[in-house]
C-alpha cells in the first residue's frame, strides 16, 4: 500500500553533533522525495529534495541520501542546533500520481543545549 | 516574496455546519494542493488544483470540495462537519502540477469542531 514510514518517532541530540533521521518507504516507482521541517504551530518548511536518479544531494549543514534498492532515505544534519528541534517528515510522490505527497509520520528531533 | 498564505488561521465550528477556507499560492506558482493534518500523524493529500482544473483527489468523502480561481488561489469547502474534521488544513503550492517540484506549504489553517 502507499505509506512512508519512519524508523524512530523520537531522536534527542546533544548541540553540536550530527544527527541522522531514517525513512522507509513502500513503492518503487517514486522517483521524487522531500524532507520537511515542521516546528510548532507552523507548517512544513521544505529543508531538501532529491530525485530517483540520484543517491546523494547536499544542502546547507543537510545531507541526503537515497537507497533505491532497500527503499530507504536518510536526512543529515550536520552540527545540530537548537533551532532545528522540530518535527521532520519525509514525503514521496511518483509521475502519474501528479504531485500528490505521502508524508509519514514524522520524527521528533530534540535538540539538548 | 511571500509564502503561502492561508485564512484564516483559526477557525470554530459545530457539527453540521459549513466550513470555507483560503489560500494564496507563492506568487507565479500555479499549482495548488490541499492536506489534512491531524495531531501527531504527517499530512494526508486531500486535492491537487492546476490551472483550475482538479489534478488529483485523495481518500475523503465527497463532502469536501474545492476550487481555484484565476489568479491561481484556492478555496476549500467542507460540509456537514463532523468532530472527525477537526485538523489543521495545509495548503501547498508549486510551479507547476508534475512531481519533481517542491510543494511550499502555508502555516495552514487550524478547524476545531464542537
Known amino acids: 500500500g502507499e505509506s512512508v514510514g519512519l524508523h524512530l518517532p523520537t531522536l534527542s541530540v546533544q548541540e553540536g553533533d550530527n544527527s541522522i533521521i531514517n525513512c522507509a518507504y513502500s513503492?518503487?516507482?517514486?522517483?521524487?522525495f522531500i524532507w520537511y521541517k515542521q516546528e510548532s504551530g507552523k507548517g512544513p518548511q521544505f529543508i531538501i529534495d532529491?530525485?530517483?536518479?540520484?543517491d546523494k544531494r547536499q544542502g546547507q549543514r543537510v545531507t541526503v541520501l537515497l537507497n533505491k534498492t532497500v527503499k530507504h532515505l536518510s536526512l543529515q544534519i550536520a552540527a545540530t542546533q537548537p533551532g532545528d528541534s522540530a518535527v521532520y517528515f519525509c514525503a514521496e510522490s511518483y509521475y502519474n500520481q501528479g504531485g500528490k505527497l505521502i508524508f509519514g509520520q514524522g520524527t521528533e528531533l530534540s535538540v539538548k543545549p | 516574496d511571500a509564502g503561502v498564505t492561508q485564512s484564516p488561521t483559526h477557525l470554530i465550528k459545530t457539527r453540521g455546519q459549513h466550513v470555507t477556507l483560503r489560500c494564496s499560492p507563492i506568487?507565479?506558482?500555479?499549482?495548488v494542493s490541499w492536506y489534512q493534518q491531524v495531531l501527531g500523524q504527517g499530512p494526508q493529500f486531500i486535492f491537487q488544483?492546476?490551472?483550475?482544473?482538479?489534478?488529483g483527489r485523495g481518500n475523503f468523502p465527497d463532502r469536501f470540495s474545492a476550487r481555484q480561481f484565476p489568479n491561481y488561489s484556492s478555496e476549500l469547502n467542507v460540509n456537514a462537519l463532523l468532530l472527525g474534521d477537526s485538523a489543521l488544513y495545509l495548503c501547498?503550492?508549486?510551479?507547476?502540477?508534475?512531481?519533481?517540484?517542491?510543494?511550499?506549504f502555508g502555516d495552514g489553517t487550524r478547524l476545531s469542531i464542537l
Open positions: 513503492n518503487s516507482a517514486s522517483d521524487y
Open positions: 488544483y492546476y490551472e483550475k482544473e482538479e489534478r
Open positions: 501547498a503550492s508549486s510551479l507547476e502540477v508534475f512531481s519533481n517540484q517542491p510543494q511550499h
Open positions: 506568487s507565479g506558482h500555479k499549482s
Open positions: 532529491i530525485r530517483s536518479n540520484m
